[in-house]
């Protein structure tokens, strides 16, 4: 198995789960809160494909999902386009709003766009540095592997919002 394989096949773990936790749930289920502060699973779910399309679409010099194929104008968020929802507050996180199968078309549209720009990596391409702003720099696996963390930590947590629904 080669690097590119690998992380195909841990982005693949992502768009499955992503896509079966809001499997058959309703806008309401989607934007319930456990707590006033607290994440929703479409927040969740809309953040994790955000942040990987918009970080894969960087390292490979492409433009994002979201804008390209038009989930910005579908989703019609009352965000600044480049939102990811990074550092957002409790009164943002409650403005996402979207049907299931909104988000799990996004998520599978982020998904392919990934696993296409995967095909290209080598496993010299890991080693890349692609930003500078850290110290030390930022590589290619390095910041593929924060992708991957964030995602998987952030489906986890909409796993667990749907549980307490009882759906």
């Keep these: 198995m080669t690097p590119a394989e690998l992380m195909v096949d841990a982005f693949g773990r992502v768009v499955e789960s992503g896509t079966a936790v809001v499997d058959g749930l309703t806008e309401e289920q989607l934007a319930a809160r456990p707590a006033p502060d607290a994440n929703s699973i479409v927040w969740l779910v809309w953040h994790l494909a955000r942040v990987q399309d918009d970080h894969v679409a960087d390292v490979a010099g492409r ?88 995602d998987t930590q952030h489906v986890g947590q909409a796993a667990y919002v749907r549980g307490l629904l009882g759906a």
């Design 63 to 150: 433009e994002p999902v979201w804008t390209a194929q038009g989930y910005a104008e579908r989703f019609d968020l009352p965000f600044d386009e480049g939102a990811t929802g990074y550092g957002q507050d409790a009164e943002a996180v409650g403005r996402v709003r979207a049907s299931a199968e909104l988000l799990a078309a996004y998520l599978r549209a982020v998904h392919e766009q990934t696993v296409a720009f995967l095909d290209t990596v080598t496993a010299e391409d890991l080693d890349r540095v692609v930003d500078e702003d850290w110290d030390p720099p930022v590589t290619l696996g390095a910041r593929l592997v924060s992708v991957l963390d964030d």
